[in-house]
């Protein structure tokens, strides 16, 4: 299959930024012509700029993030048509036919280029890393609801079958480590804005003897402790609409560790996002339930304790990965004593899912399974 196919993703959270970057790394590992595009680069300026300030109120006041996604909007009044305009074009001339958008707001931006190209041309996939609509498709739908009429959907996490369509490998889909010679750490985090109730867990999970890695969005909540607790942040001065100049292409997250009084150091890798390498040695992930969580939880076999989520779709995630025995609550969890029995019987369910479950790439070897309606 030699056309480029376009890879449709949002930096506004690393939720819809992540996973496009493992499927085109997997695409480009196949040999196969990839490209991402981040809506937030086709933002007005100001727009853009109040991103930084949203990300900091989401982290400082979780309940300020739940009322702000209860209220769809319409992202159109923010978008840089001329820009798009030059976008548009070099599809164009490209020939750009092949499309999987992995954030509701693109749909405005490929209703135009139906218009220029037509119809029939396209092929265009939207596809629902969550188990319910995020807001941004909430929004879609809202203000353009005929949309699912023009393009496929496709759902990774189906609630409405009551399981796993297909996953997103992580890190070549390398086996996962064995339970049993995992240390007995967690990692604790809140995605890509740091979001939610799991830094007040520390206390607890450090009473029961678990060493912690923890994700934070300010070098300041990194605390001097003689304890096997570790900080880790991603670069503040790194945005997901930023080309690398090195390849010219979206990177992942630059990350590092934080030690009190020494200076970080960030990188990254090109196959995968580094927490990913935390979360696979961890006996369980800490954190709310986000799209991206249970792509790291099934790549790497690592269980998910759920805290509270973002929202609906976040609310379905957690029951969907309960249900199947992936993940527990922090509520169940903690009446079990937090023990590590019982998540063990959650990383071998896991490890049954993934060698049952085939990758959303694999998929798109057959065109037939890649195209409009």
């Known amino acids: 299959m030699n056309r480029k196919i376009t890879i449709l993703g949002s930096g506004f959270g690393l939720g819809f930024y992540i996973p496009v970057l493992l499927l085109e790394y997997q695409l480009r590992q196949e040999h ?15 727009k853009k700029e109040k991103i930084a300030e949203s990300r900091r109120d989401y982290h ?6 739940l009322v702000a996604q209860r209220i769809p909007k319409d992202i159109r009044d923010s978008i840089d048509f001329v820009s798009v305009e030059e976008l548009l074009a070099e599809w ?5 036919r092949d499309f999987i958008v992995f954030s509701g707001h693109w749909i405005y931006i490929l209703d135009l280029y139906r218009e220029r190209v037509g119809a029939e041309e396209l092929r265009v996939e939207p596809l629902y890393v969550d188990a319910d609509l995020s807001p941004s498709w909430k929004g879609v739908k809202k203000f353009v609801p005929d949309y699912p009429e023009r393009y496929r ?6 609630t409405a079958s009551g399981g796993i369509s297909c996953r997103i490998p992580v890190n070549g889909d390398r086996p996962a480590l064995p339970y049993e010679s995992r240390p007995w750490r967690l990692v604790l985090h809140g995605g890509g804005w740091g979001m939610g109730t799991y830094l007040s867990k520390t206390a607890e999970l450090e009473q029961q003897g678990y060493a912690l890695d923890i994700v934070i969005s300010d070098r300041s909540e990194a605390l001097v402790t003689d304890t096997g607790r570790r900080y880790w942040m991603n670069d503040p001065g790194w945005e997901a609409w930023e080309k690398e100049p090195s390849s010219g292409r979206h990177g992942f997250p630059l990350f590092g560790e934080i030690v009190p009084g020494a200076v970080p150091l960030f990188t990254n890798k090109d196959s995968h996002h580094r927490l990913h390498d935390l979360i696979r040695e961890a006996k369980a992930v800490v954190s709310k339930p986000g799209g991206a969580t249970l792509i790291d939880s099934l790549a790497s076999g690592t269980p998910v304790v759920f805290l509270e989520p973002f929202g609906p779709h976040e609310q379905k995630n957690a029951e969907l990965w309960i249900r199947l025995g992936l993940g527990i609550s922090w509520e169940e ?41």
Not at 33 to 46: D, G, K, T
Not at 153 to 158: G, I, L, P, T
């Open 32 to 46: 196969m012509q990839a490209e991402v595009v981040v809506f937030e680069s086709f933002l007005v300026r100001e």
């Open 60 to 65: 400082n006041n979780f309940a300020v993030a």
């Open 92 to 96: 164009e001339r490209e020939q750009r």
């Open 153 to 158: 959907e496709r759902w990774m996490f189906d």
């Open 333 to 373: 969890w903690k009446r079990s004593g937090f023990s590590e029995e019982r998540l063990q019987p959650l990383h071998e369910a896991l490890l049954k899912q993934r060698t049952s479950v085939p990758s959303y790439a694999e998929t798109l070897f057959h065109i037939d399974q890649f195209g409009k309606r």
